[in-house]
Structure formats: C-alpha cells, structure tokens
C-alpha cells in the first residue's frame, strides 16, 4: 500500500526545468534511497512532498487521495509528512524539550502533559533525556540533528522525508545520527532518504531510485543498485564517491 506519490512532477524555476516529470511511490514501511548528484533536484523534489515548492504541473498523493495543492491544505497535511533538513534549524530560544513540544502544541493542538511525556520517552530513547532542558546551543551537531528528527517524530508522521542529514556533521557524529535512522527503518518507519552516505544507504534501503538533471534515471532494489546496476550515470556516480 503506497503511503505517499508523486507523478509526473514537473518544476521550473525561471526558465530551468528542475523536475522534468518525476513519479515516485513510497510504500508503507519502506525504505527508499533517494541518489544522485548535487543540483540533480533532490532537494527540490522532496520539498515539494511536503508544499514546501509548488509545482507547475503533476499530482502528489497521500494515502490514494490526490492532494489539493493549497497552502491551506498543505497545512492540515503537512503533519503527517515530516521533513528533516540538513541544518537542524531548531529554535535557538527555545529548550530542547519546547522546541520538540512546540508542533504538536501549536500545530497539533494536542494535551501538554501526554505530549511532553511522550517527548521526554523519544529524548531517552535516542540517549538525550539529561538535555530535555538544555538551549541547542549547548549541544553538540549530532546532538541537535537527533533531536530534530525527535521533533519529527513526536507528530506521529507516516511518512519522513531526510535531506543530507548528516552532511554538515562531523564524521564522528554522523554514525550517532545514522544509527537514530537505523532503529526507525527497523520499527517500520515509511522514509525516503537523501544521503551521500553510500554505506548506509546500501544497509538501509530496500529500494534505491536515481536521478539526474531533474529525471529518474534508474529505480531498483539496493542491492541491484550496488552490485549490478550497469546505467553508465550511476556507474560514473558510483565511482566519483570512492
Ligand atoms: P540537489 O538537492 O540534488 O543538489 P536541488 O534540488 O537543490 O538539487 O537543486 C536543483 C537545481 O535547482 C539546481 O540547479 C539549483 O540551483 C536549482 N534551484 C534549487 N532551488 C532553487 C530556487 N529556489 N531558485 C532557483 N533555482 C533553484
Ligand atoms: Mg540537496
């Protein structure tokens, strides 16, 4: 059962086609692998899975609804498709803890007590309940993007979106937040993930889709990818990485 599509999504900005008919479908509890070089429109492509990026022409569909394409609308779904970026952009006034119970109180309008419950048990579980109180500036990047993606999950999306989140860290602190990503695949989260971690893509994908100039050249099982898949872009990307 796909939880999330795409189909035939095109964009432009000025007169550059940046998505030249993509379509894409992300099943419930998959892991799709998102690849290709940079200025591809990776980036593009997933912010326009959750409104961020209006499209020019195309349908995007969530759980076999063809969504209306309104900020209005984008609002009320917006909850249910998660995104984490590559800087963490938390809010630097605000505790780990408020920045985490900040949607789900806002946008969500949900109780505080249940909720500050739930987000204190996600901050253990990632090994971060001694910083519930702390200012993000006090944390290390790893630190600050594993809380990210807690403040992710504490809207119970069914659906996360990644984009490079682990590009800005340190090598150090990139295994910390990959492992985080690890344990949610295992629980069965739906994702679709861009990354250049080639070794972590490889682990955690089952489906692997590449793209290139604003077009899915290839999309297959991630191991097929990485073993046998002979598209000479891939092979050429392949190798620019090792
Ligand atoms: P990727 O994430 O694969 O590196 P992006 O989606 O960020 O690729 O970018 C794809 C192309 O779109 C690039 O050529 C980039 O310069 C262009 N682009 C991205 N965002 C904008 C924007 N807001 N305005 C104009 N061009 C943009
Ligand atoms: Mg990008």
């Known amino acids: 059962m796909s939880v999330l599509e795409a189909q035939n999504i ?3 900005f000025g007169k550059s086609d940046i998505l030249k008919g993509v379509s894409l479908t ?21 912010r326009t899975l959750n409104g961020l990026e209006t499209i020019d022409s195309g349908e995007i569909i ?3 609804r063809i969504l209306e394409l309104s900020e209005l609308a984008w609002q009320k779904i917006r909850p249910e498709i ?3 970026f590559q800087s963490y952009d938390l809010f630097p006034n605000l505790t ?3 920045n985490i119970l900040l949607g789900p109180l806002k946008v969500q309008k949900r109780e505080k007590t249940a909720v500050a419950s739930e987000a204190i048990a996600l901050l253990e579980r990632i090994g971060l309940a001694d910083k519930a109180e702390s ?21 119970q999306p069914q659906v996360l979106l990644f984009d490079e989140v682990t590009a800005s860290l340190d090598p150090e602190m990139v295994r910390e937040v990959l ?20 070794n972590f893509a490889r682990q955690v994908a089952d489906r692997v889709i590449f793209m290139d100039a604003g077009q899915i050249l290839v999309e297959t099982n991630s191991e097929a990818f990485f073993t046998t898949e002979d598209n000479p872009r891939v092979k050429q990307f392949l190798s620019s990485l090792a």
């Open 96 to 98: 780990v803890l408020d």
């Open 179 to 198: 492992s985080v990503i690890q344990g949610l695949a295992l629980e069965g989260m739906t994702m679709l993930i861009v990354t250049h971690e080639m």
């Open 82 to 84: 998660g995104m984490v």
């Open 135 to 155: 200012y993000p500036r006090e944390l290390s990047g790893g630190q600050k993007q594993r809380v990210a993606i807690i403040r992710s999950l504490v809207m």
């Open 10 to 12: 095109h964009k432009k």
């Open 26 to 46: 992300i099943d419930k509890g998959e892991v799709l692998v998102l690849l290709g070089p940079s200025g591809s429109g990776k980036s593009t492509l997933l």
């Open 62 to 64: 969530f759980n076999d």
